[in-house]
């Protein structure tokens, strides 16, 4: 029998590196880190033993992303084809009106849609953007459909106002570890994230945050993001984990490929450091083959964005989803199941 080192076996939780404060777990970025170098088929196992004791290993939710409001966003985060400073292409647009979002959204419920998300290229909301929103935002719940708004920073009242109108999740990530953040974006920083992710938490709105995997990190940064997640009080109740979508333009655009083993062991410790959360097979899928995806889904992850188009990138379309799942014995989630 093989043995691994001392510090490797005694990962699960990894008692001395984890302490226990007010009843919440608290990682840290070694923990993290040891888990995420094991062995593939130990922390594969480890993260399935987690998946299965909190969800059925069949099941994957759907939802769907409309951008409600595209480019000419004022901030500078390196990756992302809607930031105005970068010549991507990406035209900049109004804010959509609740006829085209209600169109949107019935299509993505009628092609099995749980959740509808509605993200807007803005550094942050203006009151008078908040009350449009709302306005979408009620539009979309009253058909039945899980509602989702990704918007940027806010300000005090802003989720408070989402929450009135029927949003059940607000999304916000932290995108990478502390330490690597400055890397990426410099138009505002790591608190601003983590002071728009209280004020949703304080609203009783649901968090979804996580991050971009593939900027050029090192692994202890990918530990370090998922410490940062993981240690949020609660954590999110949704993690969509991002694998970076080189978009021509950006400064990113020609950042090398980063090993998909990476991406899965990411998503494998996102699931055992998050155990209930929904932990989501984000952007990138289109890039990612069948094979990587698949792995995903086995490592712990249990949800994906639905529909051909993500914000403003490509996405599988609905019929490649479909018919993945039934390839491997998997299904969406029932409405009634969520
Ligand atoms: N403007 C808002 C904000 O930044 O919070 C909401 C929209 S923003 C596009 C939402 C998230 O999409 C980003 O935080 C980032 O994690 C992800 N994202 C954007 N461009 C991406 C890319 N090229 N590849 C992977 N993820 C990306
Ligand atoms: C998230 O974490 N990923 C989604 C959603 N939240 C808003 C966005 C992915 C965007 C990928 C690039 C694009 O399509 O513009
Ligand atoms: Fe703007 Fe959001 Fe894109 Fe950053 S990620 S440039 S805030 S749209």
């Not at 196992?45 to 998946?51: E, L, Y």
């Not at 918007?151 to 990478?176: C, I, P, R, V």
């Amino acid at each position: 029998m093989k043995i691994y080192s001392e510090q490797t076996i005694t990962v699960h939780p990894p008692r001395k590196q984890t302490e226990l404060i007010a009843g919440h777990i608290r990682w840290s970025v070694d923990a993290i880190e040891a888990l995420l170098n094991l062995p593939l088929p130990e922390l594969m196992h480890r993260a399935q033993t987690v998946h299965r004791e909190n969800f059925d290993p069949t099941c994957i939710e759907f939802a769907t992303l409309l951008s409600v409001k595209t480019g000419g966003c004022a901030e500078d985060c390196g990756y992302c084809p809607q930031a105005a400073r970068y010549d991507t292409g990406i035209e900049a647009s109004r804010l959509m009106d609740a006829s085209e979002v209600l169109q949107a959204a019935q299509r993505a419920q009628a092609a099995g849609a749980t959740r509808f998300c509605m993200g807007a290229a803005w550094r942050s909301p203006k009151d008078r953007d908040i009350e449009k929103v709302a306005e979408l935002v009620r539009t979309v719940k009253a058909l039945g459909l899980e509602t989702c708004a990704t918007l940027g920073m806010l300000e005090d009242g802003h989720a408070q106002t989402l929450q009135s109108a029927g949003l059940d999740y607000y999304n916000h990530n932290l995108d990478s570890a502390p330490d690597f953040y400055g890397d990426i974006i410099t138009t505002r920083d790591y608190q601003d994230r983590l002071d728009t992710l209280a004020r949703v938490r304080s609203a009783g709105v649901k968090v979804c945050c996580g991050g971009i995997v593939g900027m050029g990190e090192t692994r202890r940064q990918r530990a370090g993001l998922v410490a940062e997640l993981a240690n949020l009080s609660p954590y999110p109740e949704s993690v969509p984990i991002n694998n970076l979508v080189k978009v021509e333009g950006t400064p990113l655009a020609n950042q090398p490929d980063l090993d998909p083993f990476e991406f899965v062991r990411t998503i494998a410790v996102a699931r055992i450091t998050m155990p209930t959360a929904k932990v989501r097979l984000s952007a990138g899928r289109q890039q990612m083959g069948d094979g990587v995806q698949a792995l995903c889904f086995l490592a712990g992850a249990n949800s994906i964005f639905y529909g051909d188009k993500l914000l403003t990138t490509g996405n599988p379309d609905t019929e490649a989803d479909m018919n993945l799942l039934k390839r491997l014995g998997m299904q969406r989630l029932a409405p009634d199941a969520r």
